[in-house]
Nanobody, 121 residues
C-alpha cells in the first residue's frame, strides 16, 4: 500500500483547501482511513476519519469546517477544509488500514508522506 498526499499550500485565514490522498494499494475499499496533522512542537493528532461503512468522524476543533470524503473509483480520500484558521497550520498526513471503534479511530500501518498546510495572512 502506498499513500500519496497532495493539495497543501499557503492560504489566508478564512480560505479553503482540498487535500487528496491517493491509495495505490488494494485494500482501499475495505479500509478505514483517517487524516492526521502535526504542528511544530506538537503531537500528531487525528483530524477526521472515514469508516469502512462510510461514516465519518471529526476532531472538535474542525467540526463544521472540514469534510472528509472518499471516491472509491479513484482510490482517493479527500479532506475539504473551509474557514481555515492559523491554528490549522500543520503537516497533514493520511492513514489507511485503521479501525473505527467506539467513536474513535485507531490508525493502521500505512501513512502518506504528508503535505504542508500553512494558514497565514
Amino acid at each position: 500500500v502506498q499513500l500519496q498526499a497532495s493539495g497543501g499550500g499557503l492560504v489566508q485565514p478564512g480560505g479553503s483547501l482540498r487535500l487528496a490522498c491517493l491509495d495505490s494499494g488494494t485494500i482501499f475499499r475495505f479500509a478505514a482511513m483517517g487524516w492526521y496533522r502535526q504542528a511544530p512542537g506538537k503531537q500528531r493528532e487525528l483530524v477526521a476519519a472515514f469508516t469502512n461503512g462510510g461514516s465519518t468522524g471529526y476532531a472538535d476543533s474542525v467540526q463544521g469546517r472540514f469534510t472528509v470524503s472518499r471516491d472509491n473509483a479513484k482510490n482517493t480520500l479527500y479532506l475539504q477544509m473551509n474557514s481555515l484558521k492559523p491554528e490549522d497550520t500543520a503537516v497533514y498526513y493520511c492513514n489507511s488500514g485503521g479501525k473505527y471503534m467506539g467513536g474513535s479511530y485507531y490508525p493502521g500501518p500505512y501513512w502518506g508522506q504528508g503535505t504542508q498546510v500553512t494558514v497565514s495572512s
